[in-house]
């Protein structure tokens, strides 16, 4: 899979698999090190994915753990003129391929490129499926920059991934504009506004922030 002698980047979904299963599917790819890019890093449904257990969790199989906050999820809307991405209908998307184009997130992929530059890495997020989550964002930056992904779904099943049709390479980065939703083919759809963008990750960040209310007294948690 690798491309002259830089190893291809992975994307996986925890979703609720065992930490075993996880593993499994890493080693599918052969990955070496996993590199986090949720914005949430926690969840009391699946504890043995928080961040601060990870490393150890991940340790005894020779997997190194990373995180790159700049690349998380979540993100509000921006002052970029809503034609730039206008392709994607989910407004979570649309927020985050805006957000794609800010200094941080420019940050964020450098350190993630050079993270990635001699080590088989899988980028990590909650969300079982590539095409609903933020990574496939991220996994088009990724192909910008010259390096080939592959999105791990099962120990049979990695799949290379595409472009999203209609995105447009520009100077500052990727563009997604309104006219090229009806050319939007890809192998999997641009979720419509129906579809939460990372459905696990804002479950955690809704969890988390119900129990911040409660621990103040504001409301008892649900």
Known sequence: MAQGSVPPVFTIGHSTRSIPAFVELLRAGGVEQVVDIRKVPRSRANPQY???????????????????????????????????????????????????LSEPFRLGLSELLDMAADRRTAIMCAEA??????????????????????????????????????????ADGLHYPAEGAAKDQ???????????????EREAAGENARHARARRGDTPPG
């Open 186 to 200: 890809a192998d999997k759809p641009a979720p419509s506004a129906a579809i939460p963008l990372c459905k696990h």
């Open 50 to 100: 928080n961040g601060d257990v990870m490393s150890s969790e991940l340790a005894p199989f020779q997997i190194a753990y990373r995180r790159t906050e700049a690349l998380g999820g979540l993100r509000r809307k921006s002052p970029v003129p809503p034609e730039t991405n206008g392709l994607w209908r989910n407004q979570s998307f649309h927020n985050y391929a805006d957000y794609a």
């Open 129 to 170: 499926v590539w095409w609903r989550c933020h990574r496939r964002i991220v996994a088009d930056y990724l192909i910008r920059a010259g390096r080939r992904v592959f999105h791990l779904m099962g120990e049979k099943q990695i799949v290379e991934a595409a472009l999203t049709p209609g995105g447009q390479p520009c």
